[in-house]
Each structure stands twice: as structure tokens, then as C-alpha cells.
């Protein structure tokens, strides 16, 4: 059974920062990529940024570019992305997903449930 288990909302400020973690199971990072995506209220889900340990690719979508960071831990089956200099518009809620690879179109085959991240001003 695959799974993906987002951990590590939660409120902060505006210029603050947080982690959130993606651990993963029923396959493997030879298998799928690992990204995550966002969906603020009111809005569509967008791509922010994707792992791909297989090859070492990332993405990240302009909007975060050189505030989140995205990294893996092979040998715990989970990824991160660290959020820094968090700003009011990236209040949402935060999915961890396996897709195909990192590349553009996303294709996305399991998502997980979620976790808010609301950033005050």
C-alpha cells in the first residue's frame, strides 16, 4: 500500500520558517519522484517543488525560488522542504505527492492528505 505522511505545519509569522516532512512507503525513490504541491483557499493546487534522488534533479516554481529548499533522506524513505523567509501568500495547504519525475507537465500518481501552513502578517 503506498502512502505518504506530511508532517510539519503549523502558524508562523511573516519571515519566518518551517519544515515540513513527506515519509513515504510502498515504493521507492527508483520508483517516483517526490514533490510537493500547495492549494491556498479559493484556489487551484500548484506545483512548488519536486525531488528526483534518482538522477538529483529538483524543481522549484518561481514563486519560492531561493526561499524553499527541498532535500531527501534516502535511508529514511522521506523528503523535506524548508521553507524560509515565509511570506502571507504562501498560506495552504501543503501535499506531499509521488510523480513521474520532475519534469514538466506534472504527472502525479499518489498524493497524500495534507498540511497547513498558514502564514501571518
Known amino acids: 500500500e503506498v502512502q505518504l505522511v506530511e508532517s510539519g505545519g503549523g502558524l508562523v509569522q511573516a519571515g519566518g520558517s518551517l519544515r515540513l516532512s513527506c515519509a513515504f512507503s510502498?515504493?521507492?525513490?527508483?520508483?517516483?519522484?517526490i514533490g510537493w504541491f500547495r492549494q491556498a483557499p479559493g484556489q487551484e493546487r500548484e506545483g512548488v517543488s519536486c525531488?528526483?534522488?534518482?538522477?538529483?534533479?529538483?524543481y522549484y516554481t518561481d514563486s519560492v525560488k531561493g526561499r524553499f529548499t527541498v532535500s531527501s533522506d534516502n535511508a529514511k524513505n522521506t523528503v523535506y522542504l524548508q521553507m524560509n523567509s515565509l511570506k502571507p501568500e504562501d498560506t495552504a495547504v501543503y501535499y506531499c505527492?509521488?510523480?513521474?519525475?520532475?519534469?514538466?507537465?506534472?504527472?502525479?500518481?499518489?498524493w497524500g492528505k495534507g498540511t497547513l501552513v498558514t502564514v501571518s502578517s
Open positions: 525531488i528526483s534522488p534518482s538522477d538529483g534533479s529538483t
Open positions: 505527492v509521488a510523480e513521474l519525475d520532475c519534469t514538466l507537465p506534472h504527472v502525479v500518481d499518489y
Open positions: 510502498g515504493f521507492t525513490f527508483d520508483d517516483y519522484a
